[in-house]
């Protein structure tokens, strides 16, 4: 068996074992606000900051003293924002205590007392409010849907949509992007034919979805259109940006824990970065009556 075929069986092996689970958290785990998912997200968003905290340069002792503040940076804003919508602290406690948080990983660089690991903080600073926000700030959104209205098929639109984009540009540019590659640098491996059947895959949900639920997605279908190719630009986007995150790191991966993915951060990188675009697109679009 090739790498490649290696590679797809993978690939279908996390797919057809890894979508029916999430699917199952959603549909069937609603109580107390989705709470299953949120603890969910919060594992995942952990792991994926775990993973991504050493694709930053800093000095070996710094980051070492850093290192375990990492999986806690990517839980802090799906637990905090579980936590306000559930009106168990107060309202605007997430951005309140998050703003503490950056004052704190700035602040703190005042107090170094050896000289030598003074040049390093140009790089540290910036690395663990990016780790702060990313993905545990994005990740977020998933748990702000769970507290919608109509929040079980909300979320499973949400994910069949990113999932299937993914997949679909996978499938495309596999069969049709041999002649079309090469498009973007930073990831050559991706193709145009890839890019159209992502969106073909993230739009064909949103019309299925508009059609067969209009109360949840009222309107023209032009609507559902939109709001598939929104979702579809989002997660392509994200993907791409953590392969600049990568590429800027010299890895191939993020980690190995998924087998034929790599990392975990390589599975969600685009359901993290279209959290807030499926978030704010759906209220835009659905229901401010635009």
């Known amino acids: 068996?090739?790498?490649?075929?290696?590679?797809?069986?993978?690939?279908?092996?996390?797919?057809?074992?890894?979508?029916?689970?999430?699917?199952?958290?959603?549909?069937?785990?609603?109580?107390?606000?989705?709470?299953?998912?949120?603890?969910?997200?919060?594992?995942?968003?952990?792991?994926?900051?775990?993973?991504?905290d050493p694709l930053f340069?800093?000095?070996?002792?710094?980051?070492?003293?850093?290192?375990?503040?990492?999986?806690?940076f990517g839980l802090f804003f799906p637990a905090?924002?579980?936590?306000?919508?559930?009106e168990i602290i107060p309202a605007e406690s997430t951005i309140a205590i998050g703003m503490l948080l950056i004052a704190?990983?700035?602040?703190?660089?005042?107090?170094?007392?050896?000289?030598?690991?003074?040049?390093?903080i140009q790089n540290l600073v910036p690395a663990k409010v990016f780790l702060l926000l990313y993905p545990g700030a994005f990740m977020a959104y998933i748990v702000r849907t769970g507290f919608l209205e109509n929040a079980p098929v909300l979320l499973t639109v949400f994910v069949t949509?990113?999932?299937?984009?993914?997949?679909?540009?996978?499938a495309g540019g596999m069969l049709f992007g041999r002649r079309n590659g090469n498009v973007l640098p930073i990831s050559p491996n991706k193709s145009i034919a890839g890019f159209c059947s992502g969106y073909?895959?993230?739009?064909?949900v949103t019309v299925i979805a508009a059609n067969t639920m209009p109360n949840v997605f009222p309107g023209p279908i032009s609507k559902a259109v939109l709001f598939g190719f929104i979702i579809g630009t989002a997660?392509?986007?994200?993907?791409?940006?953590?392969?600049?995150?990568?590429?800027?790191?010299?890895?191939?991966?993020?980690?190995?824990?998924?087998?034929?993915?790599?990392?975990?951060?390589?599975?969600?990188?685009?359901?993290?970065?279209?959290?807030p675009f499926f978030y704010y697109s759906y209220h835009l679009l659905f229901l401010s009556g635009v």
Not at 57 to 72: F, G, I, M, V, W
Not at 104 to 120: K, L, M, S, V
């Open 80 to 86: 905090l924002c579980y936590l306000e919508l559930q």
């Open 104 to 120: 704190i990983i700035i602040g703190a660089q005042a107090f170094r007392r050896r000289p030598e690991t003074f040049a390093n």
């Open 235 to 275: 997660s392509i986007i994200g993907d791409l940006g953590e392969s600049a995150l990568k590429r800027s790191a010299t890895i191939k991966d993020s980690g190995s824990i998924i087998p034929g993915r790599g990392g975990l951060l390589d599975s969600i990188d685009s359901i993290a970065f279209a959290a």
């Open 200 to 204: 073909f895959g993230s739009i064909l």
């Open 57 to 72: 340069p800093s000095n070996t002792e710094q980051k070492n003293s850093y290192r375990p503040l990492a999986p806690l």
């Open 161 to 170: 949509a990113v999932f299937l984009n993914d997949s679909a540009a996978y």
């Open 1 to 52: 068996m090739t790498e490649k075929q290696k590679n797809i069986r993978n690939r279908l092996l996390v797919f057809s074992l890894g979508i029916p689970t999430v699917l199952a958290i959603l549909i069937l785990l609603p109580h107390f606000n989705h709470l299953a998912t949120t603890l969910t997200v919060m594992l995942v968003s952990a792991i994926a900051s775990w993973e991504l």
